[in-house]
């Protein structure tokens, strides 16, 4: 392995990338990943280091929608200068993204971090904790083609660990579940597997959650502001921007500002592989387009009048059944989230 090489391996460059990039190469263009996205602000790392950059003209024209721009954690085909900003020119196709619905009553979607191996879903063990939420996310995960891994933090703060952990595993299915204190380092020797060389992993929570605090033990550091509770017992949000982190024995670490709506965007794989019970069950009803609402022979609702099944998992996975699907059909009248600038990374102010 050649040093041009090493930084790309170390952060997980595939075949992939590398077939990808090879219509960019006889153009004088080199790969780059994007460490941050600040409105329109954009920054990525190369072999030469970070570097302020820009997104070109004909990326902005050609972009049918927001989830073409780049995002942090892209693999990009960029023209690097020995001195000022860095051209994008291509994003590189992805091997997974997360993708919601922009907060708000817009109609778009919004990529928060892309090209993930791992996505720690961080709760804390306190006011935090929240098996609703947790579903939510765990379909966002599922999604974006990452394995979800979940975190309970804050294991100092719990007197009832068994209770919620056995909660926790009910929703989690085969979802990875880890009880650590990021505070005292409890637990986070588990974690290492998936943290590290050629490895992305991004971590998604609450603001609270304990996130900074738990990146910040994972880095190696306490290079990132954390936020001590708050007299009623909540932690203070104190990430403010999305960010990619070149770990320095390899592999990269995504911090998330804490997510104030999980709002779905498309999610069939998603809602399959985080409600597998509800799918399973499903399998069995009479007639192959069940609603699970009234129609005879139901296994959904047979198991939900026998407690098989409890009220709330069910609810809960109609209501995300439900949003996904109006995520699919936008809404008339709706305004159309526009381009460039609006999203696009023009010349940064100096």
Same mark, same amino acid.
């Given at each position: ?201 991004? &971590? !998604?929570?609450?603001? #609270? =959650? ?6 910040? *033990?994972? @880095?190696?550091?306490? %290079? ?21 982190? &070149? !770990?320095?024995?390899? #592999? =990269? ?6 997510? *104030?709506? @999980?709002?779905?965007? %498309? ?84």
């Amino acid at each position: 392995m050649t040093e041009a090489t090493d930084w790309r391996a170390s952060l997980g460059w595939s075949p992939g990338f590398e077939a990808a990039l090879a219509a960019y190469v006889g153009k004088g263009l080199e790969p780059a990943r994007v460490v941050l996205v600040s409105r329109k602000q954009l920054k990525v790392h190369s072999r030469r280091g970070e570097h302020w950059a820009r997104t070109g003209g004909r990326l902005l024209h050609k972009a049918e929608s927001v989830e073409a721009f780049p995002a942090v954690g892209d693999w990009v085909a960029a023209r690097i200068p020995d001195a000022g900003e860095a051209l994008v020119h291509a994003v590189l196709p992805r091997k997974s993204a997360v993708v919601r619905k922009v907060a708000g009553t817009q109609h778009a979607p919004q990529v928060i971090a892309t090209n993930i191996d791992f996505l720690l879903v961080v709760m804390g063990l306190d006011l935090d904790f929240n098996l609703r939420r947790l579903e939510r996310y765990l379909t966002l995960c599922w999604e974006s083609g990452a394995q979800p891994v979940v975190v309970l933090n804050k294991a100092d703060l719990c007197d009832e660990l068994p209770f919620f952990l056995d909660e926790t595993k009910a929703i989690a299915g085969e979802v990875p579940v880890h009880v650590v204190s990021a505070l005292d380092g409890t637990g986070l020797d588990a974690l290492a597997a998936f943290v590290g060389f050629g490895k992305t992993t991004a &971590v !998604l929570g609450s603001s #609270g =959650a304990g996130k900074t605090t738990l990146v910040n *033990r994972l @880095v190696g550091d306490e %290079a990132r502001l954390t936020g001590a509770l708050t007299g009623d017992g909540k932690g203070r949000h104190t990430t403010t921007t999305r960010e990619l982190v &070149v !770990l320095p024995k390899g #592999g =990269a670490l995504i911090d998330n500002p804490g997510l *104030r709506e @999980v709002q779905l965007w %498309a999610a069939e794989e998603g809602l399959t592989r985080a409600f597998d019970d509800v799918e399973a069950l499903a399998a069995g009803c009479r007639f192959n387009d069940c609603r699970h609402l009234e129609e005879p022979g139901c296994a959904v609702h047979a198991a939900l009048a026998s407690g098989a099944l409890p009220d709330d998992r069910y609810e809960a996975w109609r209501l995300l059944e439900r949003e996904a699907q109006r995520r699919l059909t936008p809404q008339r009248g709706a305004p159309e989230t526009k381009r460039r600038d609006r999203v696009g990374h023009g010349r940064r102010r100096s």
